[in-house]
């Protein structure tokens, strides 16, 4: 099966920046789309970026322009980072791939466990 590990969340000021890695491990033949979604406390989990294998990205209108979502394909690793930091962005931040192929099986989706980002005023 497939795993994914998040490291990289924590404690930070307002303003800060922080960088989120989530690599994805088993016998992976391929990952189409890796990203990063968020849930603070009380709220539903949301979009906060993705980014797919030929390089099309999607970001939440609310990070655009602070944050930066990348991925190294041969490695199964996807990026977050994360700058002008606000207290708003405190939250789990959780990595999910989509459309993963571990052959001969095509899998819809995988998650990570999360990260916890806590952003202080």
């Known amino acids: 099966q497939v795993q994914l590990v998040e490291s990289g969340g924590g404690l930070v000021q307002a303003g800060g920046s922080l960088r989120l890695s989530c690599e994805a491990s088993?016998?992976?033949?391929?990952?189409?789309?890796m990203g990063w979604y968020r849930q603070a406390p009380g709220k539903q989990r949301e979009l906060v970026a993705t980014?797919?294998?030929?390089?099309?990205?999607n970001y939440a209108d609310s990070v655009k322009g602070r944050f930066t979502i990348s991925r190294d394909n041969a490695k199964n690793t996807v990026y977050l980072q994360m700058n002008s930091l606000k207290p708003e962005d405190t939250a789990v931040y959780y990595c999910?791939?989509?459309?993963?192929?571990?052959?001969?099986?095509?899998?819809?989706?995988?998650w990570g466990q999360g990260t916890l980002v806590t952003v202080s005023s």
């Open positions: 999910n791939a989509r459309d993963v192929v571990v052959r001969p099986t095509r899998y819809l989706e995988f």
């Open positions: 088993g016998s992976i033949f391929s990952i189409n789309a």
């Open positions: 980014l797919t294998r030929d390089g099309s990205t």
